[in-house]
Nanobody, 116 residues
Framework: QVQLVESGGGLVQAGGSLRLSCAAS????????MGWYHQAPGKQRELVAT???????NYGDSVKGRFTISRDNAKNTMYLQMNSLKPEDTGVYYC??????????WGQGTQVTVSS
């Protein structure tokens, strides 16, 4: 069992930056891939970025060059550095982990609001 605790969301002006954190606890050895998902109001949840245990990364097209995903395996924590934020980045950001057995765990979500 894995528990995920997020922090770092808030209100920011367009062009500003935020850093989201996701701390994992429980059966840490079961975690394979970690990622961030974004759900804008009235939209489906979309992939933002993923990172493997060896720090191989993938990014959604809308965030390439602006967001950076990273993880600290010693601290069991994943980060999303968000720069050059746009109003369309507004929404709930969810932390996600995928275990070696392909089971998904989700965080509670954290709200990010980017003002025009």
């Amino acid at each position: 069992q894995v528990q995920l605790v997020e922090s770092g969301g808030g209100l920011v002006q367009a062009g500003g930056s935020l850093r989201l954190s996701c701390a994992a606890s429980g059966t840490i050895s079961s975690i394979n891939v970690m990622g961030w998902y974004h759900q804008a109001p009235g939209k489906q949840r979309e992939l933002v970025a993923t990172i493997s245990r060896r720090s191989t990364t993938n990014y959604g097209d809308s965030v390439k060059g602006r967001f950076t995903i990273s993880r600290d395996n010693a601290k069991n924590t994943m980060y999303l550095q968000m720069n050059s934020l746009k109003p369309e980045d507004t929404g709930v950001y969810y932390c996600n982990v995928k275990t070696w057995t392909n089971y998904l765990y989700w965080g509670q979500g954290t709200q990010v609001t980017v003002s025009s």
